[in-house]
């Protein structure tokens, strides 16, 4: 069976960024009798930035490209690499945040000094939260050096990682690692990875195709190539 790299999604899904509500639904038409049409129908309020989505340049750069932009190309699938980086080596920066910034020479040595085209980042265990999303208060970032390592690949197109953001800098104006990134790529975040062992595979990662969206939610799917010789 393929991994399914998003978390169920819940009205009692907790807020990692401060909104009223992750998730709603408001009864459109309900079936019942003599009621026309005989259909259930909700409308769906979603804050997709809580949870498993992919975002574009425009997230950070306010003339960015959008998520919409991207359906022409192949960013959201292809061979991937999983990456789950063992040991721990999360820092404690006090009011109980631990943070990891991923160094190049980390990042060099797990992947064997090769860029793949599509890398999704986890540590080999993480704290997860009641909804199954890896911990906020566990932060897992690249460092700019890694970040700028990976898009010296111009086949390079899709960084993906198991925490809420793929920056952590409280209180600054600046995003350098996503704008860093946003050069070649696009980013997901709010991935779960925990079950996904290290490896490659095949993705399909494609977003609601929103029009102007600097990010959208997404249900990313990874298959195991021999999964997929079984399809054919």
């Not at 069976?1 to 009223?20: A, C, G, K, Q, V």
């Not at 911990?135 to 460092?143: C, F, G, I």
């Not at 102007?212 to 190539?225: A, D, H, I, Q, R």
Request: charged share 20%; net charge negative.
């Amino acid at each position: 069976m393929p991994y399914i790299l998003s978390p169920l999604i819940t009205e009692d899904t907790d807020s990692m960024w401060f909104e009223d509500s992750v998730y709603s639904k408001e009864r459109v038409y309900s079936i019942s009798p003599g009621a026309k049409p005989p259909v259930n129908y909700d409308k769906h309020i979603i804050n997709s930035h809580s949870l498993t989505h992919i975002e574009a340049p425009k997230h950070v750069v306010n003339d960015g490209k959008t998520v919409d932009e991207y359906f022409n190309t192949s960013h959201f699938f292809g061979s991937c690499t999983v990456i789950k980086l063992e040991g721990n080596n999360y820092k404690n920066i006090g009011n109980g945040v631990f943070h990891w910034a991923v160094s190049l020479s980390e990042l060099k040595a797990v992947l064997n000094n090769k860029i793949p085209k599509k890398l999704l980042v986890t540590t080999k265990e993480y704290p997860k939260n009641k909804d199954g999303y890896h911990d906020p208060n566990y932060v897992l970032t690249l460092s700019l050096e890694a970040a700028q390592w990976l898009i010296s690949s111009s086949d390079f197109n899709l960084y993906g990682t198991s925490w809420k953001s793929s920056d952590y800098s409280p209180g600054s104006l600046e995003r350098p690692i996503h704008k860093t990134l946003f050069k070649n790529a696009i980013i997901a975040e709010c991935l779960d990875l925990y079950a996904v062992p290290a490896g490659e595979y095949f993705i399909c990662a494609f977003p609601l195709r929103i029009k102007n969206s600097s990010e959208s939610p997404v249900t990313p799917v990874l298959f195991t190539f021999n999964e997929l010789k079984d399809f054919f």
